[in-house]
């Protein structure tokens, strides 16, 4: 679900799903000039599926 809340953005060049336990870990390969990563988290919390930021 993250993935598809993520794919299409201006700036976001590529998303990698993978799983951690039992939960969906997205790797998101961007343009930090086009989207930043509070644009991103507000794209993930508008579809409900945001639950935290590892770097």
Do not use: C
């Amino acid at each position: 679900m993250g993935k598809s809340a993520l794919e299409g953005l201006d700036g976001v060049k590529s998303v990698t799903s993978g799983f951690s336990g039992f939960r969906e870990i997205n790797t998101v390969l961007y343009d930090p000039t086009v989207i930043t990563r509070d644009q991103m988290v507000s794209a993930l919390k508008k579809a409900g599926t945001y639950t935290g930021t590892k770097e």
